[in-house]
């Protein structure tokens, strides 16, 4: 829903049951990409916080 996209921490248990049975995933899957989600929204955290000259290392990647 657009509140669960706004707002990915509101996806409880009982909301990823649904995703899963509404996408024909399984709830590993489910899992799986939240956990992955997750781990990108920190390191973009941590890069927000480089500076710029850091910034500039990882263009090309």
Same mark, same amino acid.
């Given at each position: 829903?657009?509140?669960?996209?706004?707002?990915?921490?509101?996806?409880?248990?009982?909301?990823?049951?649904?995703?899963?049975?509404?996408?024909?995933?399984?709830?590993?899957?489910?899992?799986?990409? @939240? #956990?992955? =989600?997750?781990? &990108?929204?920190?390191?973009?955290?941590?890069?927000?916080?480089?500076?710029?000259?850091? @910034? #500039?290392? =990882?263009?090309? &990647?």
């Amino acid at each position: 829903t657009p509140f669960e996209r706004a707002n990915p921490d509101s996806i409880d248990t009982n909301r990823r049951k649904r995703i899963a049975k509404g996408s024909g995933k399984e709830m590993t899957d489910i899992n799986a990409f @939240m #956990k992955q =989600f997750e781990q &990108m929204r920190q390191m973009m955290k941590m890069m927000n916080k480089m500076p710029m000259g850091m @910034m #500039k290392r =990882f263009t090309g &990647m």
